[in-house]
């Protein structure tokens, strides 16, 4: 599956922003997917994910109650809707796809996910 993500750009602290990944390839209800961000100098940190059904929604405490993680397979997009920003979730926020059983602490982990896409910019100004 290729992954395209994009709707990163400047905003504002407080700010919203909506992030989409769209998948081509193989049958895009099949994976699980995850949104994941790695600011400069840091590590890649799991941001959330959503099962293939969307019944299952795994977040990261930081962006707990903010972010909200969506998917229409219709539409083969996940979406990751970003409200109240802060300077510290600068970062580019990559898509990733998990063709296997994510579960418990395995949805938080980048060797989880078999596809990824290019990565999208995401800065909030203070």
């Known amino acids: 599956v290729q992954l395209q993500a994009s709707g990163g750009g400047l905003v504002q602290a407080g700010g919203s922003l909506r992030l989409s990944c769209a998948a081509s390839?193989?049958?895009?209800?099949?994976?699980?997917m995850g949104w994941f961000r790695q600011a400069p100098g840091k590590e890649r940190e799991f941001v959330a994910a959503?099962?293939?059904?969307?019944?299952?929604?795994p977040y990261a405490d930081s962006v707990k109650y903010r972010f909200t993680i969506s998917r229409d397979n219709a539409k083969n997009t996940v979406y990751l809707q970003m409200n109240s920003l802060k300077p510290e979730d600068t970062a580019v926020y990559y898509c990733?796809?998990?063709?296997?059983?994510?579960?418990?602490?395995?949805?938080?982990?980048?060797?989880?996910?078999?596809?990824w896409g290019q990565g999208t910019l995401v800065t909030v100004s203070s």
């Open positions: 990733a796809a998990d063709a296997g059983g994510a579960y418990g602490s395995s949805w938080f982990r980048t060797g989880e996910y078999d596809y």
């Open positions: 390839g193989r049958t895009f209800s099949s994976y699980n």
């Open positions: 959503i099962s293939r059904t969307g019944d299952t929604t």
